[in-house]
């Protein structure tokens, strides 16, 4: 059983930064894929990026060169860095895990999910 718990969201300007970090607990994380999603309203919830077990990163095209994943096996947690945020990426970002390397909603586990805002 793994728990993630995010944090880090909020409202930001277009072209600002925001940081969003989610802590999993669990003695594997290391063992896990790490990653995050969001949802719009009105929007199906979609992949953004996603941390392999192996430290190999994957990004959706719409935030590629503009977001970065990243992991900290020590700390058991996994953090999204936001830059050159655009009103298109307002919507409520969710941390998961699975044991899988995957990039569809079926993760295993799922946090509570954090809102980001970014006002034009």
């Known amino acids: 059983q793994v728990q993630l718990v995010e944090s880090g969201g909020g409202l930001v300007q277009a072209g600002g930064s925001l940081r969003l970090s989610c802590a999993a607990s669990?003695?594997?994380?290391?063992?896990?894929?790490m990653a995050w999603f969001r949802q719009a309203p009105g929007k199906e919830r979609e992949f953004v990026a996603a941390?392999?077990?192996?430290?190999?990163?994957y990004y959706a095209d719409s935030v590629k060169g503009r977001f970065t994943i990243s992991r900290d096996n020590a700390k058991d947690t996994v953090s999204l860095q936001m830059n050159s945020l655009k009103p298109e990426d307002t919507a409520v970002y969710y941390c998961?895990?699975?044991?899988?390397?995957?990039?569809?909603?079926?993760?295993?586990?799922w946090g509570q999910g954090t809102q980001v805002t970014v006002s034009s």
């Open positions: 998961a895990a699975d044991s899988r390397n995957r990039v569809d909603v079926g993760y295993n586990y």
């Open positions: 941390s392999w077990s192996d430290g190999s990163q």
């Open positions: 669990g003695r594997t994380f290391r063992r896990y894929t």
